[in-house]
């Protein structure tokens, strides 16, 4: 049975993300993207406050929470600064993934790394290889023991940063008997030779979150790299994506919300014709549409993270949570910015930053044309 009423260990930590995004996060997240500079100070604090461990089980560090607090976190991160709250929420998948897939020597090792404030990748994307995950062209051959890794993959977050030291990487490992794709998970160390990373990807938005292009150029692994089974990587890829997308759901809430607090606080200030601009019905209608719309999307994450933390299924729930989370937050961001008038064009304000960054959520962990798809599919079409 949903219960809203959060328990006090969801609500100690939903305080202590707030507290930390306000107090140590709000006063310098501007200047980060400015500079298009990730925050290793605060990275390393995260790992201090427990934040980066929460969903690493405590025999590996971490303090094994569930998913619906890992969204009250990921939420109240976007709410000041969603660059940061990406970096939690790849963490968390990441750890979410060897925790599922991963052998016991692989979890001894790895997920340690994430509870300390590492940084680890996923490499699904490829330059030709977005929303058709199958298309997927890197190739690892099994040759003496070793994978030979050969391809190109692009958009992989973190991939450059000093705290990332290793890869998950979706590549072809062979063909399935009826002709298509065998398609695995490997970890790749990303010191690994024949391992080339490029240059930060410039992009309108997310000036603060590393995004590389990775080369492999006949890079060699151990073959007990295999995360999971052999050629299960797309069923991996497809649960984490549901995580993803649940993540993404408290990500455009969060970002929903602090565009909200941000427009109200203008709107009570900004004095027209006399008076606050909030006086006027016109504004007081915006933002009454604003908050309708945060909690529908609020409610529709707490129950995909509910049913994901009751291993009960929850595909389309993620897919929905996504497609309207990321859409209303688009709808409530763009009246903010009206709201803010001019002010809200130049950079001086935080609701421009908010602005930029907000159309990726509408392109990353499955596009709103692929959770269409989703849904369309539980519909029996």
């Known amino acids: 049975m949903l219960d809203f009423d959060l328990t006090g260990e969801q609500r100690m930590m939903q305080d202590i993300a707030r507290r930390f ?118 190739r690892a051959e099994l040759t003496n023991g070793e994978w030979v890794i050969n391809g190109t993959k692009m958009f992989i977050t973190n991939a450059g940063l000093d705290t990332c030291t290793w890869i998950v990487l979706m590549c072809v490992t062979g063909q399935k008997p009826d002709g298509r794709k065998e398609i695995s998970s490997i970890v790749v160390p990303k010191d690994t030779p024949g391992l080339t990373i490029s240059a930060p990807i410039r992009k309108i938005g997310w000036h603060n979150l590393d995004n590389r292009e990775l080369v492999f150029q006949s890079c060699r692994v151990a073959e007990q790299n295999l995360l999971g089974e052999r050629g299960k990587g797309i069923a991996q890829a497809l649960n984490t994506l549901d995580r993803g997308r649940i993540d993404f759901g408290a990500l455009s809430v969060g970002m929903a919300q602090g565009a909200m607090d941000l427009a109200l606080e203008h709107a009570k200030q900004r004095v027209q014709f006399g008076k606050p601009i909030g006086k006027f019905q016109a504004i007081q209608f915006k933002l009454a549409d604003m908050r309708v719309g945060i909690e529908v999307g609020r409610t529709m994450y707490y129950k995909a993270a509910w049913l994901r933390d009751h291993a009960r299924p929850h595909t389309t729930e993620a897919a929905i949570t996504k497609l309207y989370t990321s859409e209303m937050a688009k709808r409530v961001i763009d009246e903010a910015m009206q709201i803010f008038g001019g002010y809200g064009f130049t950079l001086e304000y935080p609701i421009s930053r908010f602005f930029r960054n907000m159309k990726i959520y509408e392109i990353g962990e499955g596009t709103s044309e692929i959770q269409r798809m989703v849904i369309a599919r539980s519909l029996g079409l």
Request: proline fraction near 5%.
């Open 21 to 138: 995004a306000r107090e140590e996060v709000a006063p310098q997240c501007e200047k980060w993207n400015e500079s298009y500079y990730f925050p290793y100070d605060l990275n390393a604090r995260m790992a201090e406050l427990g934040l980066s461990g929460l969903t690493v089980p405590e025999e590996y560090g971490g303090t094994g929470h569930d998913v619906l607090t890992i969204e009250l976190v990921t939420e109240e991160l976007a709410r000041v600064d969603d660059g940061m709250a990406q970096t939690f929420h790849m963490q968390g998948l990441m750890a979410d993934m060897i925790n599922t897939f991963g052998n016991a020597e692989q979890k001894r090792t790895l997920l340690p790394t994430i509870a300390n404030g590492g940084n680890p990748a996923f490499a699904l994307t490829e330059p030709d290889a977005g929303s058709d995950a199958s298309a997927i062209q890197t």
